[in-house]
């Protein structure tokens, strides 16, 4: 969905740089979730935010990463030091509310990848 | 622990067939459960969804789906596929309670020959 922005959409880092991803949610939502996804595999759940708020980072490394949700501005995804395993693409989603069945909306992505 | 497997990561299939991508999932807790699709260089796009109701599913393009309780399962179905859906398609579940943690399977790609 076009309304989910995600910028760079590509990324290349040398190992021990750090990266910044950045996610503006659409117009209106003020939850934003961030996946990771590895070749071949599924979307990996990250972190769950709303503004200024993170709710559950329990799929966040414990080292390295951050998140945060400012009251102003977009979503930012940090990965500081950067491996080669860190190379993947990284989603973001936002959603409008909450609840059961709500839909959430993805950004295209960014795929990082580390030299 | 919560997980969800998609039975088969490439499907290939000739215009017109019908299709089938199935769908299994381990929760402890009632769900709600997703089919999304991500086209060649596009976004996730929602395909259906179910969090209670009817089983059967109806979603956009002619896709369907059909929650099963007492088989954990949710294929996804479609009677006549097109060229035009080609692309990846991921079953995902989320807790019906307290929840907002949407966990995904591996993807099905899908090859359609014109």
């Known amino acids: 969905n076009a309304g989910v922005m995600q910028n760079p959409r590509h990324l290349v880092r040398r190992r021990g740089q750090e990266a910044r991803l950045r996610c503006s949610p659409m117009?209106?939502?003020?939850?934003v979730y961030w996946y990771r996804q590895l070749p071949e595999e599924g979307l990996k759940f990250m972190v769950y935010l709303q503004k200024e708020n993170i709710i559950d980072e329990s799929g966040m490394p414990k080292e390295r990463f951050s998140a945060e949700f400012p009251k102003e501005g977009p979503s930012i995804l940090r990965i500081q030091q950067v491996v080669r395993g860190d190379s993947a693409a990284y989603f973001c989603?936002?959603?409008?509310?909450?609840?059961?069945?709500?839909?959430?909306?993805f950004g295209p992505g960014t795929r990082l990848t580390v030299l | 622990a919560q997980s969800v497997s998609q039975h088969n990561h490439h499907v290939i299939l000739s215009e017109a067939a019908s299709l089938e991508l199935g769908c299994n999932y381990s929760y402890g807790g009632t769900v709600n459960l997703f089919w999304y699709v991500q086209y060649p260089g596009q976004h996730l796009q929602l395909l259906l969804k179910y969090f209670s109701g009817d089983p059967l599913v109806k979603g956009i393009k002619g896709f369907e789906a059909e929650f099963i309780k007492s088989k954990f399962s949710f294929n996804l179905r479609k009677p006549s596929v097109q060229w035009s859906d080609t692309a990846e398609y991921f079953c995902?579940?989320?807790?019906?309670?307290?929840?907002?943690?949407?966990?995904f399977g591996a993807g099905t790609r899908l090859f359609v020959k014109a």
């Open positions: 989603a936002s959603s409008s509310e909450q609840g059961p069945g709500d839909e959430q909306f």
């Open positions: 117009k209106g939502h003020s939850h």
């Open positions: 995902a579940v989320r807790g019906n309670t307290g929840g907002f943690k949407t966990i």
